[in-house]
């Protein structure tokens, strides 16, 4: 029987997780990130239906610049097609199932290393080494999936059968709309790889939440974004939510290196607070005066794997300021600063899941969105 056979995949006290008030809810239970059958279910029930982040779109700007990621125990490869339009297919060579590529560069045909069968950057099988009949028959192409962007981070989703970005966050897309406006001038600054061995809900849930900045990150920004003031305005949570840092008196995250260009019609909290807004499942974007951080785990192979991914972006003009680097070092610095201090708490919760004395304890009123992502989660998992 396949998982989607089954009702749900929750056992009866997990699913009596679902709509408990905050007050009184608590966090996951261990099962749920531990158990490699609830982890295959995440992948039908969430990886494959809902979109899912992999890069920037200016990280393959050229003609034949492809790039591959690997999620969940698959692998994908991204090309820019000869259109011009990024497009991902699933990296299975449709001879006998090798990967057509473990890399990055950028080609004219994909070129299967096994026996050197050939894709154009459409998919279409062009060469076969001889079996030309097949390349004269037009039906072999490689397995498309589904891109989609929102501010020019690229997404997928493999199913087909999500509705559009736009649509998912049309709400969001409001909030972020300074930002959104110039989707097409932003350019990456940096993509930073944090990979961990635990699971991929550990680091989100981490992510989600301001009130951890009381400990793991008291020193490196506790001055300028105090944990204990960490609030949301947001209770409707269908498909994305979000959490404000205020500043403390006098503090702000405007650059000062001279190295990038603020945005146009900034909204007023930009000066008085750092906003983290979340879109299900797995993306979290920092918002910025010159920039968007996304910030999101690729979940691995298995349940115990993980890659932490920092992407920040920046309108493309700033590339011409002479203090670029700068402001790229220093992006990179705060980066390279603040997600290591993450991974002690993942790590050590990882570890003590499997304890029989742990119990998941209630949530802060700093970590409602984790709640708000936990009981999403639930729903998705069938409850
Ligand atoms: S597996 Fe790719 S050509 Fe044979
Ligand atoms: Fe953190």
């Given at each position: 029987?396949?998982?989607?056979d089954?009702?749900?995949v929750?056992?009866?006290?997990?699913?009596?997780l679902?709509?408990?008030?905050?007050s009184v809810a608590?966090g996951?239970?261990?099962?749920?990130?531990?158990?490699?059958?609830?982890?295959?279910?995440?992948?039908e029930r969430?990886?494959?239906?809902?979109w899912?982040?992999?890069?920037?779109?200016t990280?393959?700007p050229?003609?034949?610049?492809?790039?591959?990621v690997?999620?969940?125990g698959?692998?994908?490869i991204f090309?820019?097609?000869?259109?011009?339009?990024l497009?991902a297919?699933?990296n299975i060579?449709?001879?006998?199932?090798?990967k057509?590529?473990?890399d990055?560069?950028?080609?004219?045909r994909?070129?299967?290393?096994?026996?050197a069968?050939?894709y154009?950057?459409?998919?279409?099988?062009?060469?076969?080494?001889?079996?030309?009949h097949?390349?004269?028959?037009?039906q072999t192409?490689?397995?498309e999936?589904?891109?989609g962007?929102?501010?020019?981070?690229v997404?997928?989703?493999?199913?087909?059968?999500?509705?559009p970005l736009s649509?998912k966050?049309a709400?969001?897309a409001e909030?972020l709309a300074?930002?959104v406006?110039?989707?097409?001038?932003l350019s990456?600054t940096?993509e930073?790889?944090?990979?961990?061995q635990w699971?991929?809900?550990?680091?989100?849930?981490n992510g989600i939440?301001?009130?951890?900045v009381?400990?793991?990150h008291l020193?490196?920004a506790?001055?300028l974004?105090p944990?204990?003031l960490?609030?949301?305005d947001?209770?409707?949570?269908?498909?994305?939510?979000g959490?404000?840092?205020?500043f403390?008196?006098?503090?702000n995250?405007r650059?000062?290196?001279?190295?990038?260009i603020d945005?146009?019609?900034?909204?007023?909290?930009?000066?008085?607070?750092?906003r983290f807004y979340?879109?299900?499942p797995?993306?979290?974007f920092?918002?910025?005066?010159e920039?968007?951080l996304?910030?999101?785990?690729?979940p691995g192979a298995?349940?115990?794997?993980?890659d932490?991914?920092?992407s920040?972006v920046?309108?493309?003009a700033?590339?011409?300021l002479?203090?670029?680097?700068?402001?790229?070092a220093?992006?990179?610095?705060f980066?390279?600063?603040?997600?290591?201090e993450?991974?002690?708490?993942c790590e050590?919760?990882?570890?003590?899941?499997?304890?029989?004395?742990?119990?998941?304890g209630?949530?802060?009123?700093?970590?409602?969105?984790?709640y708000?992502f936990d009981?999403?989660y639930l729903?998705?998992?069938g409850?």
């Amino acid at each position: 029987m396949s998982i989607t056979d089954v009702e749900s995949v929750l056992l009866p006290e997990e699913r009596a997780l679902l709509g408990k008030e905050f007050s009184v809810a608590t966090g996951l239970p261990p099962r749920l990130y531990l158990d490699p059958d609830v982890y295959e279910a995440e992948k039908e029930r969430i990886f494959r239906r809902q979109w899912m982040p992999v890069f920037h779109q200016t990280s393959l700007p050229d003609v034949g610049d492809y790039r591959v990621v690997d999620m969940w125990g698959e692998s994908f490869i991204f090309v820019r097609a000869e259109d011009g339009n990024l497009r991902a297919f699933h990296n299975i060579c449709r001879h006998r199932g090798a990967k057509l590529a473990v890399d990055s560069g950028n080609c004219k045909r994909l070129r299967c290393p096994y026996h050197a069968w050939t894709y154009d950057l459409q998919g279409h099988l062009t060469g076969a080494p001889a079996m030309a009949h097949l390349v004269r028959d037009g039906q072999t192409t490689l397995r498309e999936v589904t891109v989609g962007t929102f501010l020019g981070f690229v997404f997928i989703n493999d199913d087909g059968n999500a509705p559009p970005l736009s649509e998912k966050w049309a709400g969001l897309a409001e909030v972020l709309a300074p930002w959104v406006a110039v989707s097409d001038q932003l350019s990456q600054t940096y993509e930073l790889h944090f990979p961990g061995q635990w699971n991929w809900k550990l680091s989100y849930e981490n992510g989600i939440e301001g009130y951890h900045v009381l400990g793991s990150h008291l020193e490196s920004a506790g001055d300028l974004i105090p944990g204990h003031l960490v609030y949301t305005d947001i209770t409707e949570f269908e498909e994305w939510t979000g959490y404000y840092h205020p500043f403390s008196e006098g503090r702000n995250i405007r650059d000062t290196t001279g190295g990038s260009i603020d945005l146009e019609n900034l909204p007023d909290w930009i000066d008085n607070q750092y906003r983290f807004y979340q879109g299900w499942p797995v993306t979290i974007f920092a918002v910025q005066p010159e920039a968007v951080l996304m910030a999101f785990p690729i979940p691995g192979a298995t349940p115990g794997e993980v890659d932490f991914v920092w992407s920040s972006v920046a309108l493309k003009a700033s590339k011409d300021l002479p203090n670029w680097e700068a402001y790229k070092a220093e992006q990179m610095a705060f980066a390279n600063t603040i997600q290591p201090e993450d991974s002690f708490p993942c790590e050590t919760m990882w570890a003590n899941l499997r304890s029989p004395a742990f119990k998941t304890g209630p949530y802060a009123k700093q970590e409602t969105c984790v709640y708000q992502f936990d009981q999403w989660y639930l729903a998705q998992m069938g409850a």
